[in-house]
């Protein structure tokens, strides 16, 4: 079987739930029923849509508690990181149990702005080039999108169901372990996508 | 035409666009809406039905045609879905209503396609010609949160035979709806007149034309002569800036003739500022797109004070020629504004001219803000994005009942 690189790319519409809450009460009891690629879409939002811009919390699930003045549990919920995690059912466990030990019933209160669960319809299209060689697959990224490169080094985690990212597990795949880590360990919430875009080619072209 | 597009979205994303619609080949779709000149949508449909043409989905656009009756009826009709008030729907309106739906339906032909965008209420009732083997899809572009509920009765009379329907934002759509619900920001389209790039002399030239200082601040509303839009508020505003700051106020509008008030707000704002030397209430033609475009560029400031808005395009118009908006918190302008990010959300009149000060004051956090606004625009609120979601969509209803 020949070991080469797919390039693909991700889109999304996003898909009112038709879930609405007002308060922190409703908010825990809606995460625990609500569609798991709406916590896909809430967790990962930020690095998708926003990436370029700088923003107070790493994913939406936090501004909304930060806007309506509960500072904690944003706080908490935001260094939840969704990378660690490649099952969604895990990671809304995660939040449930973040939300659920760190809110105190005595807060509950009907909230100004509500919350509005949204999921993402996503489409994962393949685009139409390969790469056999380190070569090709430098050439393939540098002419990447930025949804490509959101699929291949954020969301594909869980469509293979790991946390390696699909570049790091494709260079393992032809030796080149250490250019595999570097782009693994990359961080990509203080930066944005396309400066995680030159940072990989800049791993992939440095000895 | 596509490729005119790269230098702001790059090429992948173009790439990726005829990709998309590779698995949509062969496909007929249809747009219909009340009509072709005036309005977003026109606006909109104008580039989208080329663009999907281009892409190799045959793409038609047909207007519902009706007379005033129904116009007004309709009108009042879309006022009821924003907000309940006092004059309801007779049965006569909505027997008036079927009766030019049904003409209509003698006009448009639907059967030969294969998906169907219905834009707003007016055509709403083309459903009625839905072949099983066809996707409907009603784009609803009214904010319809808090629907009086004989107007939403009336709607729910069609919707529920459509496939799917869309709104701006979460915050439009009613609790009570049952299809599959999409949510899609509109869009601003960057080759418009009202948004190319202009040279710095132009710009200059534009607003010295209607007596403003190019090299005084200026802070700058564009925006219909509505109550909604509080002018008066922006003016009030204004003064207390004023009282620190040495600027100038435009307030840029015109006549919308759907509006019979325009014409009375706009006189009462002249009454408003007497004879205030550093304030300009200037109603220009409605095909003014480039003098717009230069007040926008020309601008300090941007603010978009409105009470209540439906999405609110003119912030984004304003956020892609790099100016930082204050703005009210209410409609799609939250869902425009980062706040502290690209500008900022502003509850009241004292809280509009403080941060106006703020950035009148800081030319620094200006160009930081501008900057980041624009990037904004560039990634949610242009016009390719727009056409990526429709084309997603399609493939996403079509796929659905397989």
Known sequence: MSNHFVFKSELWIPKYTGIKVYSVKEFIDALKVVDKFSIFYHMFINIFNYHNLPTFYTNSLSYWFYKNGHLLLAEKLSLVDPLDYFDLEELRNTLINVLEENYDESWDRKEKHPFYFITADREVIELGKFAHTLDEFIEGIKRSSINSI???????????????????????????????????????????LYEIKKEIIRILEGK | MLEKYIPFVREEAIDELFILSKKLNGLKVLHVNSTYKGGGVAEILQRLVPFMNELGIKTDWKVFKGDEKFFSFTKNLHNLLHLPFEKKISSEEFVYYLKITYENLKEINTENYDVIFIHDPQPMGLIVNKLKTQKWIWRCHIDTSTPDPQAWNFIENFLNSYDACIFHMPEFVYE???????????????????????????????????????????????????????????????????????????????????????????????????????????????????????????????????????????????????????????????????????????????????????????????????????????????????????????????????
């Open chain 1, 150 to 192: 959101f699929y291949h080094f954020i969301t594909s985690r869980i469509e293979n169901k790991t946390t390696i990212n699909d570049y790091s597990s494709w260079l393992y795949s032809i030796g080149e372990v250490k250019k595999a880590e570097k782009i693994n360990k990359l961080d990509p919430y203080p930066i944005t």
């Open chain 2, 176 to 402: 009570k709806i049952e299809i599959p619900t999409y949510t899609i920001h509109p869009s601003i389209d960057p080759l418009h007149p009202k948004n190319i790039d202009l040279p710095e002399e132009e710009v200059k030239n534009t607003v010295a034309k209607f007596g403003i200082d190019p090299e005084k601040p200026l802070i700058l509303q564009v925006s219909r002569f509505d109550r909604l839009k509080d002018p008066f508020g922006v003016v009030k505003a204004f003064k207390l800036v004023k009282k620190r700051y040495d600027c100038q106020l435009a307030l840029v509008g015109s006549f919308a003739p759907d509006d019979p008030e325009g014409e009375s707000v706009y006189k009462e704002l002249l009454d408003f500022i007497c004879d205030e030397r550093d304030i300009f209430v200037l109603n220009l033609p409605p095909e003014s797109h480039k003098e717009v475009n230069a007040f926008q560029r020309g601008a300090t400031v941007v603010v978009q004070k409105s009470l209540k808005e439906g999405f609110g395009l003119v912030v984004s118009e304003a956020m892609w020629k790099s100016k930082p908006v204050v703005g009210s918190n209410v409609g799609g302008i939250k869902r425009q504004i980062v706040h502290g990010i690209t500008g900022y959300l502003v509850e009241s009149i004292e809280g509009t001219a403080m941060r106006i000060r703020q950035l009148l004051a800081n030319k620094y956090l200006r160009e930081e803000m501008g900057f980041h606004a624009k990037e904004r625009v560039k990634h949610r609120f242009l016009i390719i994005r727009h056409l990526r979601d429709y084309l997603l969509l399609i493939y996403k209803i079509l796929n659905q009942s397989s």
